[in-house]
């Protein structure tokens, strides 16, 4: 009986399938993919832009953003110059409304430090009133987004540590006032210590000094300043490894011996590109994870930076470094 079920079963299905593929084989036609024709424009529809065409077009919206990103920061920079201006006068009121103006503009503008500064400055305006409750609101969130968000790297925290201490001694709370200025201190300091660098206003004093050689012997193949060229030898710890991820050839890794191998090879690290990185990205702009210290969206990591003693005095020294670009070639 189940013998009969089954072949039953089988002769349903199978009639089930070869009635199926029947027009394929009737008709060739069938089973040739089917490619849809491009539909052509409707009267007084326009055609659709070629590749050069839309990069034309961000363009355009990239420059009319830019555009209006400048206005609006030129605004912003006006109404905070008048709001002094009224602090200065005694006019506190007046000074107090524009500010919220102010900080309302730098929401939305593209710039993390601006959005605090201003409304730091809202806060000082509040606590020269004596409104403690509202300037400590206000000092309080700009302390704690950029602790949070930034790991402390916008020097406008001291100023937002020394504001809620003058809150705190106003409102009989002096303990609070000595603590919040020594987390204040500490965290500046310990800004890039997870990426191994323990004295952050030490190594922003060597950053800044790389910088410095670093432009000075911006579009050279070798440095050329011997001064400049001096210390940026010093700079570096031998052997010192750089590696380059490009995208179109495997990662290399080269390693300098020593300073007369760096310099020699200085155009194939310090391309024109990476200079301009180092030269305009300022300190207060770096980030770091475990990793090491980015610059610039992370087109160059420090991935390992040493404290070392130089001339008795201590100082850092980049150790490695990674490019995520293509190595230039020889």
Same mark, same amino acid.
């Given at each position: 009986?189940?013998?009969?079920?089954?072949?039953?079963?089988?002769?349903?299905?199978?009639?089930?399938?070869?009635? %199926?593929?029947?027009?394929?084989?009737?008709?060739?036609?069938?089973?040739?993919?089917?490619?849809?024709?491009?539909?052509?424009?409707?009267?007084?529809?326009?055609?659709?832009?070629?590749?050069?065409?839309?990069? +034309?077009?961000?363009? =355009?919206? !990239?420059?009319?953003?830019?555009?209006?990103?400048? %206005?609006?920061?030129?605004?912003? !920079?006006?109404?905070?110059?008048?709001?002094?201006?009224?602090?200065?006068?005694?006019?506190? %009121?007046?000074?107090?409304?524009?500010?919220?103006?102010?900080? /309302?503009?730098?929401?939305? $503008?593209?710039? @993390?430090?601006?959005?605090?500064?201003?409304? #730091?400055?809202?806060?000082?305006?509040?606590?020269?009133?004596?409104?403690?409750? =509202?300037?400590?609101?206000?000092?309080?969130?700009?302390?704690?987004?950029?602790?949070?968000?930034?790991?402390?790297?916008?020097?406008?925290?001291?100023? /937002?540590?020394?504001?809620?201490?003058?809150?705190?001694?106003? #409102?009989?709370?002096?303990? !609070?006032?000595?603590?919040?200025?020594?987390?204040?201190?500490?965290?500046?300091?310990?800004?890039?210590?997870?990426?191994?660098?323990? /004295?952050?206003?030490?190594?922003?004093?060597?950053?800044?000094?790389?910088?410095?050689?670093?432009?000075?012997?911006?579009?050279? %193949?070798?440095?050329?300043?011997?001064?400049?060229?001096?210390?940026?030898?010093?700079?570096?710890?031998?052997? $010192?490894?750089?590696?380059?991820?490009?995208?179109?050839?495997?990662?290399?890794?080269?390693?300098?011996?020593?300073?007369?191998?760096?310099?020699?090879?200085?155009?194939?690290?310090?391309?024109?590109?990476?200079?301009?990185?180092?030269?305009?990205?300022?300190?207060?702009?770096?980030?770091?994870? !475990?990793?090491?210290?980015? $610059?610039?969206?992370?087109?160059?990591?420090?991935?390992?930076?040493?404290?070392?003693?130089?001339?008795?005095?201590?100082?850092?020294?980049?150790? +490695?470094? #990674?490019?995520?670009?293509?190595?230039?070639? @020889?």
């Amino acid at each position: 009986m189940k013998n009969l079920q089954f072949i039953q079963l089988f002769a349903a299905l199978s009639l089930v399938f070869s009635s %199926s593929l029947l027009p394929t084989f009737a008709n060739p036609q069938l089973a040739k993919p089917q490619v849809a024709k491009p539909a052509k424009p409707k009267p007084g529809q326009s055609k659709a832009a070629t590749p050069a065409e839309a990069a +034309a077009t961000f363009a =355009e919206i !990239d420059a009319d953003i830019t555009k209006q990103e400048l %206005s609006k920061k030129k605004k912003h !920079d006006q109404i905070c110059l008048a709001a002094q201006a009224d602090s200065n006068a005694g006019n506190f %009121s007046a000074a107090e409304k524009k500010l919220l103006e102010a900080v /309302d503009i730098a929401e939305t $503008l593209n710039n @993390n430090e601006q959005k605090l500064l201003t409304r #730091t400055l809202l806060a000082e305006c509040f606590l020269k009133q004596k409104k403690y409750k =509202e300037a400590e609101k206000q000092y309080k969130e700009c302390y704690d987004s950029n602790l949070q968000l930034y790991r402390g790297n916008y020097p406008v925290l001291i100023d /937002d540590a020394k504001g809620l201490s003058e809150v705190y001694k106003a #409102t009989n709370r002096a303990k !609070d006032a000595e603590k919040i200025l020594a987390a204040a201190k500490q965290a500046r300091k310990t800004r890039y210590s997870v990426a191994g660098v323990d /004295d952050g206003d030490l190594f922003a004093s060597f950053y800044q000094s790389l910088r410095e050689a670093i432009a000075a012997n911006r579009g050279s %193949s070798t440095p050329s300043n011997k001064e400049s060229t001096s210390s940026l030898g010093k700079m570096f710890q031998y052997p $010192l490894s750089v590696r380059w991820n490009g995208a179109l050839r495997k990662p290399t890794t080269c390693s300098y011996r020593n300073e007369k191998e760096f310099l020699a090879n200085y155009k194939i690290i310090f391309t024109p590109a990476v200079s301009k990185l180092f030269v305009e990205y300022p300190e207060k702009e770096l980030w770091c994870k !475990d990793e090491g210290i980015m $610059l610039g969206g992370g087109l160059v990591w420090l991935t390992n930076v040493q404290l070392v003693k130089a001339a008795g005095k201590p100082t850092y020294q980049i150790h +490695a470094m #990674t490019i995520n670009a293509e190595m230039p070639k @020889n």
